[in-house]
């Protein structure tokens, strides 16, 4: 499924909570493909959990990061290949030429979000930021097509992306995330952990990429 790390490489938030703890969730749709996005999130930890439907059934991508790591374990429950892999930041390399987006904010205030939007020659974008305390920047590089990260870490933001959208200039929707739903509590070590019996991969990205 070649999208699926374009959303995490995509995609929509790794992430430094100074105030809080819990799950985010979140609707995705990327370039015709819709899945559920779970963001469970931990002082210094951070866990995007995917759910799509493959061929043999339902499959989910764990991404797991640790605040200064500079690595994303990645874990899968897959059938045809069940395991775990280690990604470095330095290998993630956005492909969707949004690099070059302008943000401008809109001024107006509403239901305590602050639109942004932005635009360069390929696309057209428009960023709701709630204010939860939220610390996206440092981790940008390892969201580099997604246009949340971007505004983040060029303007210097706190805050969560409650929904993003992203276009071509046929209006053709290309990208969007939703939040749509926020649970405060407290998560231990496990939710961020390798399950038994999983043995590493070298090659987990290539599953996710067909």
């Known amino acids: 499924m070649k999208t699926i790390l374009t959303i995490i490489a995509l995609a929509t938030s790794l992430i430094s909570f100074a105030g809080f703890e819990g799950i985010i969730s979140t609707t995705v749709y990327n370039q015709g493909n819709s899945m559920e996005v779970k963001w469970f999130i931990k ?42 892999s280690i990604l470095n930041e330095s290998a993630i390399t956005g492909s969707m030429a949004i690099g070059d987006l302008v943000f401008k904010k809109d001024g107006i205030k509403k239901d305590d979000l602050t639109k942004y939007q932005a635009a360069n020659a390929k696309y057209q974008c428009a960023i709701w930021l709630s204010n939860l305390d939220v610390q996206l ?67 987990v990205e290539m599953e996710i990429e067909k």
Do not use: C, W
């Open 137 to 203: 920047a440092e981790f940008s590089n390892f969201f580099k097509d997604d246009p949340a990260f971007l505004l983040i870490h060029k303007e210097n933001l706190s805050g969560f992306p409650q929904k993003s959208m992203l276009t071509n200039h046929n209006g053709d929707l290309i990208y969007a995330a939703t939040v749509a739903g926020v649970e405060q509590k407290s998560l231990s070590d496990l939710d961020f952990s390798i399950p038994d019996g999983y043995q590493k991969r070298e090659l």
């Open 43 to 84: 002082n210094d930890m951070l866990k995007l959990q995917m759910n799509y439907n493959a061929d043999n059934g339902p499959v989910t991508v764990e991404f797991i990061v640790k605040k200064g790591g500079g690595e994303m374990t990645i874990v899968t429950n897959s059938e045809s290949y069940k395991g775990y």
